[in-house]
């Protein structure tokens, strides 16, 4: 069967990356730099840009805020499934090469949550404002490459996590455009 070695190169591949990634974990600078990354992707960097944006921007910024909320919550529901129905154990677990840069919010590694909230965030972010793209591209970016740099998921999981992100981003923004709450 070709799917076999198929699927055995490519998890030797995400290893591969992901403890690349992960060396830079040892300089302890890099370490704490994606450390702070990675706990305002917890949240704290999209509430609070939730809650300002109405105060900025009006009904248009409580519209993307609203949208960000609905797209948020319906993440939280299909990863958390996905991680309960996959079961995979994170990289610092599994392969002692692998150091935990910081302390992970739960057991499972597949999908990236973070990084699937912070695409959907940034998406709908920059379809209602595109000049905040600057301050949420780059940031969704760190956001996820934390993930891979603190040994708390392979890049599998990341990039599952920006497919679905993206998925909930944009249609949390065509949904909102029905509804006729966008374009701002």
Known sequence: MIAG???????????????????????????????VVSRLGDGVFWYALMAVLPV???????????????????????????????????PFGT?????????????????????????AFGVITVAWFPALAWLVAPFAALVAL?????GLHYPSDVLAGAALGAFFGFTAVQLAAGFGAYPP
């Open 95 to 119: 392969h002692a090469d692998i150091a935990m840069g910081t302390a992970p919010l739960d057991r499972g590694s597949f999908p990236s949550g973070h990084t699937l909230h912070a695409v």
């Open 56 to 90: 900025v921007y009006g009904r248009a910024g409580l519209a993307a805020s609203l949208t960000m909320v609905a797209a948020g919550a319906a993440g939280v529901l299909v990863y958390k499934r996905l991680k309960a129905r996959f079961v995979r154990q994170r």
């Open 5 to 35: 070695p198929f699927l055995e190169r490519m998890r030797a591949y995400d290893l591969f990356l992901c403890l690349a990634c992960n060396r830079a974990v040892r300089l302890r600078p890099i370490q704490r730099l994606f450390a």
């Open 146 to 150: 934390s993930r891979m740099v603190l």
